[in-house]
């Protein structure tokens, strides 16, 4: 069964509210809440690089993801795809500086900023910030 986790896309005010505590064994989707669409890598792809798009929510493996701590007690996750065990990347470098636009990926997971994400509280859904400062959601 694969859990629904709405994000928030959205400006919103945080909300004071205990710590999110996903379980990295669970299978989640992760949802915009404007659109209503999920967090997919495009064409189900498993190579490095393939682009995160988002898709209908068909609960396709590529549509999957496993939020995994990084470090016991720490607050950042990954987020592993299901079908490639590859997880999301923000796409920061020289050319492409972290901000609007930047491109999410999946790639093997190497510890970089750009693949560190937390859960942030903004009133019933969450969404994520890389630890690069970038909000998703």
Not at 3 to 17: E, G, M, Y
Not at 29 to 58: H, K, M, P, Y
């Amino acid at each position: 069964m694969v859990r629904v986790l709405f994000l928030c896309l959205l400006a919103l005010s945080a909300v004071a509210q205990t710590p999110l505590s996903p379980d990295n064994r669970a299978l989640y989707g992760i949802i915009n809440r404007s659109s209503g669409r999920c967090l997919d890598v495009a064409r189900a792809a498993t190579t490095s690089g393939a682009a995160a798009v988002q898709w209908e929510f068909t609960h396709a493996p590529s549509q999957q993801w496993h939020l995994v701590i990084i470090r016991e007690g720490g607050e950042y996750y990954r987020l592993e795809a299901k079908h490639s065990g590859q997880c999301l990347t923000l796409e920061v470098n020289a050319t492409a500086p972290s901000g609007a636009n930047t491109p999410l990926v999946q790639r093997p997971f190497t510890g970089g900023l750009g693949q560190q994400w937390r859960l942030v509280p903004t009133g019933p859904p969450a969404r994520f910030s890389s630890k690069t400062g970038s909000m998703v959601g």
